[in-house]
């Protein structure tokens, strides 16, 4: 792992006074003021910049990077296009389809390079080849992920430090895997998110803005699928799945209650993981915060002990328990009660919504 590591203390080295030097025009914040949204900037600096400072170094980095150079051009260059949407949208409204359109877009051409999903190896060692749906779950995937990071990224520091704890923990596994390039640019991932975090804390004097969160979800769901980095194979899907736990189960949820309330999935509320641990739990800002992060932490874990015992009865053990403390969490933060008293299940049963509201 002395590779991945240098990689990292790389990227938070580039990352970090970037992000504090960058001061740029922006929207208000989420506490109404102008704070700069230049999180993708500086994490996209870091994150291309650190494989090819320790390429300078080492030559096993420098022979990781020539070997699959356009690979992660690709990636690269697809992130970048991520992140100038979400930067554009920084400073001035984006249509929600013109973002849509430019991640799925940039979903394709990674699918076009090389990045495939190909098979779904599940739980206990068994495998799905996808075969025509590769393309479709594929570009999936991807935008499943880019959003997810996007939509969790309601507190300061939540998005960032999530992201810092799922790209260490996958850097971990390919590295396991002998996935050497993958690993280094999840190492490469995570340092600059680590770089960019002591500004975006509590009271922060910079937000991640939809360009870093974009970026973090693009790039995370790219690595996962990356097998053109690397000739040895691909990391089981279901294991990036388990680490990003928290944002994919808080994704799935707002876009099933948005629904079942009637309202646009795509339309933004106040209602999300965060929120309602805020409002239950009464907690101030920074703890809110830790509370996503050992969240993110249970699921990283599970996603460890599910590499740890791959192709074995171990791995479909923690599968069920994600799946019961995903229940769990569900209903611990209120959802259940709410959804069923949406307005389409009182539709369903029998019962009008106005009458419940009176009542």
């Not at 006074?17 to 600096?45: C, D, F, N």
């Not at 959802?335 to 919504?353: D, F, I, Q």
Request: net charge neutral; glycine share 12%.
């Amino acid at each position: 792992m002395g590779l991945e590591l240098g990689t990292a203390v790389v990227a938070f080295i580039v990352a970090f006074p970037l992000t504090a030097l960058l001061r740029l025009p922006t929207k208000a914040g989420r506490r109404g003021e102008l704070i700069p949204k230049i999180g993708g900037l500086s994490i996209l600096a870091a994150f291309v910049a650190a494989p090819f400072v320790m390429a300078l170094f080492s030559g096993q980095a420098r022979d990781f990077i020539s070997d699959d150079f356009g690979a992660f051009l690709a990636l690269a260059g697809t992130g970048a296009a991520v992140c100038a949407v979400g930067a554009r949208d920084d400073f001035r409204d984006v249509d929600w389809r013109i973002k849509m359109g430019t991640h799925i877009g940039a979903a394709v051409v990674l699918y076009i390079s090389g990045f495939h999903v190909g098979e779904m190896t599940l739980p206990g060692g068994g495998t799905v080849e996808l075969g025509l749906l590769d393309p479709v779950v594929t570009v999936l995937w991807i935008v499943l992920v880019t959003n997810a990071i996007n939509l969790i990224d309601g507190r300061d520091g939540v998005a960032a430090g999530a992201g810092a704890l799922v790209a260490g923990t996958m850097s971990y596994v390919a590295w396991d895997l002998g996935h050497d390039l993958i690993a280094m640019l999840f190492a490469a991932l995570a340092g600059a998110s680590l770089g960019f975090l002591p500004f975006n804390l509590t009271r922060a004097s910079r937000f991640l803005g939809d360009s870093g969160a974009y970026l973090l979800g693009f790039a995370i769901a790219g690595l996962s699928v990356g097998g053109a980095l690397d000739s040895t194979g691909r990391v089981p899907l279901y294991i990036p799945l388990v680490a990003l736990g928290l944002p994919v189960l808080d994704t799935g949820v707002a876009f099933l209650r948005r629904f079942l309330d009637g309202k646009h999935p795509m339309k933004a509320d106040h209602d999300h993981f965060h929120d309602r641990i805020e409002r239950i739990l009464g907690l101030a800002p920074l703890q809110v915060t830790l509370a996503t992060y050992v969240l993110t932490a249970v699921f990283c874990v599970a996603a460890l002990l599910a590499h740890a015992w791959y192709k074995s009865f171990g791995s479909a053990v923690v599968g069920a328990g994600v799946l019961i403390f995903a229940v769990f969490l569900i209903l611990v933060l209120g959802y259940g009660t709410s959804m069923w008293n949406s307005a389409r299940v009182l539709s369903l049963r029998g019962r009008h919504p106005q009458a419940e509201e009176r009542a």
